[in-house]
């Protein structure tokens, strides 16, 4: 059997060609990177429970009627995409101050914000993703006005829904990062949320105690990145085990 071709390698994740024109299989691996890569480790199970996370994440916004480039989960480490097109800025959300607003703002983490506030970073691991504005990206042809009008309501959509979606199970969505695609139909494009959604790329903690179950565990040495990741699958009720469809759906944290 002919090996699959492997389209890409992130920091986090692999892309192969799909089986079909037009899909891919994305891979999600075990190593955590922080601080552009500075710091990294290999976290054992991390990419078992992103890919899990990832796939009931993308499929509650699909059933809300947000699009996506989910297909399927495949096994316990891949899931079948659509192929699109990368617009190359990130898209970042922010309910509750914390990460870099707070250190170049100067405002103390854990501090509401007033209104969700929606910032963009320019892809580019070179640069360390930098802050650009709208400017920016209008004037070096990142994304067309259409593109950036499409981007951020589709990012309020995700705030919205996933804020819902966490807070039924003890969770606080501080912030989180998507990035967008391009698909073309015919004649039209349009923008999906595509890459993932999962602890490496949500700041949550826990509603009662504020204990952190993302990435920043990492990042600053709070313990076990596993066991805050499992935490999360546990209460959306998606713990992997063994492969096999969930059982049970999401507890309610009183
Ligand atoms: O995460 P960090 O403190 O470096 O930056 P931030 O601007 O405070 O990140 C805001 C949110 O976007 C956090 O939930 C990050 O995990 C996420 N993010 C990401 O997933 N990928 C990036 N390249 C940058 C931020």
Known sequence: MARRRMVYEGKAKIL??????????QYFKDDATAFNAEKKDVIDGK???NNRISEHIMTALGGVGVPTHFIRRLNMR???IRQVEII???IIVRNVAAGTISKRLGIEEGTPLPRPIVEFCYKDDN???PLVAEEHIIAFNWATQQDLDDMIALALRVNDFLSGLFYGVGIKLVDFKIECGRIYEGDFQRLVVADEISPDSC????VETGQKLDKDVFRRD???LADAYTEVAKRLGIMPQNGTA?????????
């Open 78 to 80: 891949e899931q079948l």
């Open 246 to 254: 969930p059982t049970t759906g999401p507890k309610l944290v009183h």
């Open 47 to 49: 990419g078992v429970l």
């Open 203 to 206: 700041r949550l903690w826990d």
């Open 222 to 224: 709070l313990g076990n």
């Open 127 to 129: 640069l360390g993703d």
């Open 88 to 90: 190359p800025i990130e």
């Open 16 to 25: 192969y060609e799909g089986p079909e024109p037009g899909t891919y299989i």
